[in-house]
Structure formats: C-alpha cells, structure tokens
C-alpha cells in the first residue's frame, strides 16, 4: 500500500450549467464524492439532475467531464419531454461542441428502480456497464433521483427494521463511494424532507442530526431517512422555496385590501460540504433550466 | 535495567530492594543522602551505590528504553514524559484548552460529532498543523490521514495549508522582529507533501492498512500523527457476526493505541454519532461504543 501524492489529486467538477451556480459550488459537483440534494416536491431537484446529465458531457475545459451520465429513478414517470426540452436548448448554446446529427439524450441512460434491494442488484450490475463504457463515451456521473422513494415505505417501525434499513443506507453508500473511487465518477442523489414538529433545540434538534434549520413554504423540515443517511453523504445542498411578497399593488385610497404581489423565491443552499462555506444563492427555473439569479 | 543486575553486595541489594528500589530510573533522581538514610547505610556505601547505577545506565543507553517497557517506570517518571511530550495545537485556544494544551502524543483521541459539524475540517486542521516547525512550538513532523469516506477535498487542505503559513509569518512578524533569517520556507505544497494520504474502500483494507503502519511507520519515523477519518464507517454495514466486529473493532483500536506509544505518536478517530434509543428518550452517541 503506498499512500497517494496528495499534489496529482486534484477533483475533478462537473459543471452545474450556470456560472453563478458554479461559483457557489467552487466549480460545481466533484468527482469522487457523494452529493446530496434535499428538498420538497416540486423545488428543482429532477431538473438540477437533468441538467447535471445534460452538462456532464461537455468537454472538460467547459467544466463539464466528457461523459456519459447514468440516470436510476425511482419516481414513475421519467420526465422524458422535459429532458427532451432541456436537450434542446443545450445543443443550441452549446452547438460547437456536438456534430450536428447528435443526440445529447443518447448518452444518458435511464434505469428504473423498484427497490432497495432492486438498487443494490443493479450496483453490482454496474461495475462491468461503466467498465464497458470506457470504450465509447465513459459514464462519469450516476444520478439516484430519488434514494427516499425507496425507503419510505417499505420498512416497519420496529427497532430490527430501522436497523436493517441503516444497515442498507451504508452497504449502498458504500459501494456508490467504491463505484466513486474506482471510476472517477461524481455521484448526485435526491432526498426528500419530512416536517420537524416541536421545538429545534434540545433533544429534538439533536435527534435528527440537523444542526441548521431549513425552512421552505414556511415550514420548518428536515432531510428524510434520519442520521443514518446523513453520515453516508459528502455534501448535501438544500434547495427551498417561499413565496414572498414584494410589493403591494392597487393600493386604494379608502382602505379596502390591496393586491400582493407574491414571487416564487427558490434559494440553493450549502447545509454541509467538506470544500464549501455555508451559502446560499437564489436561482429561477426557466424553461432553459436552472439557472443562478445575481442580486 | 534491574537492581539485581548491579555488580554491589548481596546485602545492599536486599536493601535496596526491601526499601523499594528495584529499577535504575527509582535511583536517578535521589540524593546519596537520602539514600543512605533509607537504606540504613553508611553515606559512602550510598554514593557507591549510586555511582554504579549511573555507571551501569549510563552504558546500558540504548537499552534504556528496553528497561522502561520491561520494569515499571515510576510515576515521577511517568510525569516527566508526560510534561516533555509536545502537544498538536488544534488552532482554537478554547479547544486546545479543554484538551489540556491540544492533542497528546502517545494518545489515542477519539472526535464524534453530527455530520457537517467539522470533524473532517478538524482532521486536516490537525495533519496540518502537526507540520509546524519546532521554532513555532509545535512538531514538525508528517502526518498520516486515513480516509474511509471519501470527505478529503484537496483543495480545502491547501487553503488550511496556506492560512497556516499566513499565521506563522503573521507570529514571526510580531514577535521575531530581529530574526530575519526565521523566514518561513515553507510553501502549501511542501505541507501537503508531508501529508500521507490513504483512502480505502471496505472494512478489509482498512484492517490491512491498520496492520501495514506497523512497517510504514518504522520506515518513516517523522510521522508524528495518525488521523482516521471515520474510523467506524465500513463497520456499520451489515455485519452478521456482532461478535467478530466487536473483536475485530477492539483488536484495530489496540494496534493504534501500541502504534500511539511505540512511536510516541498522536492518533486522532474521528467517528460518527447514532441515535441511542433508551427508555423513552434519544440521545445521541458515537457510533459503535
């Protein structure tokens, strides 16, 4: 065993598609690590995922690592048409680096998962698959979206249960960080939030491991699946969403109610990383993507 | 070295041994005075005693340290390793504080905490800062980091790297006005050369690596720090034997706590927390206690 020259170590990042996004993530998702992404429904998590599988086949002084993207879903049905819509717009900005006949969505290969232990059989699969790709275009990026779906419903409430179920969020960890290191790959995985009832000090706040307090629609939630999974994770973001009221509209002079505007604030935050400060940033879903919103 | 070892009498040794000396180090740090008086000697046959001890210490040096892990060393002793012993600062005061100046050697020191607490920042905080020269009061020495998780970002061990040589040069500043020779040479890149840097991938790897330090350390004897970083991950999985893990977890954190003393080296664990049914209440603790 000889230790690694720590200088050739550099990780490699896939560009998330927006330079604001980029600067937030001091270049965007790293190789070799997990990445966990935490948020309600509807928040953006698929369409980060998407655009992910989209940038990741960008060469690699454009951020992006010249590869293929492996996509495992759990929740039916795949967005085909929106991934469709994403591909468009892709090429056309970045037309220069693809031959005109070709397909961005032809190298992200999509797989369905049932299970937990569906996911495990399909790990074991993907050794030789990533093995294969190395002679066409090498799969760099495996997306879980979402790794919650899996276990939230199949597991009882008895202490042997959780247990089991703890036992299977670290053998999955583990060999996605296995996968991680052998190939060089980044890994992005999806987490849903469950609500936080009670007060966040004390034993409460401890219980979920959740030292920051992450609010979206104005309730109070933390990352699903508990501690556990907290521990098998390298760095979790945390996409929320608020309305926010921006200004007042038809104000009448007799006191009768006036108009709010409200605005849909989306705001990506760091909760834990190894590289990155906590931060956050503000960004909007288009029909381009997602994209950073510099204020 | 033993007392019945000494070329004296018969009846001296008696009475050294009845009075409680029975290693050389009892007898280095007593005056012939004292001695005689304990032994019920006359003050020559005490300063001859004493001469022979020294003598025989004094070419017995390089079995010295064989005596200490043979005999018992006395708790004065003890006390004086102890207090020469240099400390790993952690770079927070208040922490290096509680630890009772910061990271011993010879030690084992076991960090547990909520993910994204800072345990991995502390990590590389330490292998960095065990590299800081002797004239800044700390070690100087190399560091092994032993990653299990895969958290070690290059990148973020170079701005340690560099803010760590910022501090010195700030230290040399303020309190070496005179001394322009004290420049600092080192570079960030020099302190993450001196960091040994291993990631294993399973349980397995990890025990094997555990049993190669063993050599590794003996080829390199300026490491001064061993950090594992997450030393409990790859045993959460789904163990089937309780019993081999538990003996298998006892077996590792024994290897380290010889490798601590052997070459008088720090070891840091760094380990994750679970939450502990009990009752009616959670609580949290380290994972695998």
Aim: proline share 3%; hydrophobic share 40%.
């Amino acid at each position: 065993m000889t230790p690694q020259s720590l200088l050739q170590l550099t990780s490699q990042k896939c560009t998330t598609g927006c330079p604001i996004l980029d600067r937030l993530l001091y270049g965007g998702i790293p190789c070799d690590s997990i990445t966990e992404i935490v948020a309600e429904s509807g928040s953006g998590k698929t369409q980060i995922c998407l655009q992910l599988s989209l940038h990741a086949q960008l060469p690699v002084s454009h951020g992006g690592l010249a590869a293929s993207s492996l996509y495992l879903h759990t929740e039916f049905p795949f967005p085909f048409r929106r991934l469709h819509q994403l591909c468009l717009s892709f090429r056309s900005s970045n037309a220069h680096h693809f031959p005109v006949n070709d397909n961005p969505c032809d190298r992200i290969f999509v797989q369905s998962v049932h299970t937990a232990d569906h996911l495990l059989e399909i790990m074991s699969k993907t050794d030789p698959f990533i093995e294969n790709s190395k002679n066409q275009v090498p799969v760099r990026l495996i997306v879980i979206d979402s790794i919650a779906a899996l276990f939230r419903s199949d597991f009882d409430n008895t202490p042997v249960e959780l247990k089991r179920r703890s036992s299977l969020f670290f053998k999955i960890s583990s060999k996605l960080k296995a996968l991680a290191k052998r190939f060089n790959l980044a890994v992005l995985v999806t987490n849903q939030v469950v609500d936080l009832v009670g007060p966040n000090e004390g034993i409460n706040g401890l219980r979920i491991g959740n030292l920051v307090c992450l609010h979206t629609s104005g309730r109070r939630v933390c990352p699903a699946l508990g501690l556990a999974w907290a521990n098998c994770v390298n760095s979790r973001l945390f996409l929320s969403r608020n309305e926010e009221v921006i200004r007042e509209e038809n104000e009448k002079s007799n006191g009768q109610s006036c108009d709010f505007v409200k605005k849909k604030m989306r705001k990506l935050y760091v909760v834990f990383a190894p590289h990155l400060p906590e931060s956050s940033c503000e960004f909007e879903i288009t029909r381009e993507g997602l994209f950073g919103v510099e204020r | 070295m033993e007392i019945w070892r000494l070329p004296i009498s018969a009846s001296q040794r008696g009475k050294l041994i009845s009075a409680g000396y029975t290693s050389l180090s009892s007898l280095s740090s007593i005056s012939s005075s004292d001695l005689a008086r304990e032994l019920n000697v006359s003050e020559s046959e005490a300063m001859n005693i004493l001469k022979v001890a020294s003598h025989s210490r004094g070419s017995e040096t390089s079995n010295a340290s064989c005596s200490i892990v043979e005999g018992a060393q006395s708790a004065w002793d003890m006390l004086h390793d102890e207090e020469s012993l240099m400390h790993i600062t952690t770079s927070s005061a208040d922490l290096d504080n509680i630890l009772g100046g910061g990271i011993h050697c010879k030690e084992v020191t076991e960090i547990g905490g909520v993910p994204g607490i800072g345990k991995t920042q502390l990590g590389i905080q330490i292998a960095v800062n065990v590299q800081i020269p002797n004239d800044f009061g700390g070690l100087g020495g190399k560091a092994i980091y032993i990653d299990t998780e895969g958290s070690f970002m290059v990148e973020r061990a170079f701005q340690i790297a560099e803010a760590c040589i910022e501090d010195m040069s700030e230290y040399n500043r303020f309190l070496r006005k005179d001394f322009q020779e004290c420049k600092i040479k080192m570079q960030p890149q020099d302190i993450l050369e001196n960091i040994f840097y291993f990631r294993i991938c399973s349980y397995t790897e990890q025990i094997a690596l555990i049993n190669y330090l063993d050599k590794f350390l003996s080829e390199h004897k300026d490491v001064k720090v061993i950090v594992v970083d997450s030393v409990t991950f790859h045993f959460r999985q789904d163990f089937d034997d309780m019993a081999l893990r538990t003996r298998v977890l006892s077996g590792m954190a024994l290897k380290l706590m010889n490798l601590a003393k052997r070459f008088s080296l720090a070891v840091v664990l760094l380990n994750q927390v679970t939450t502990k049914h009990t009752e009616a209440s959670f609580q949290l603790a380290l994972a695998l206690v």
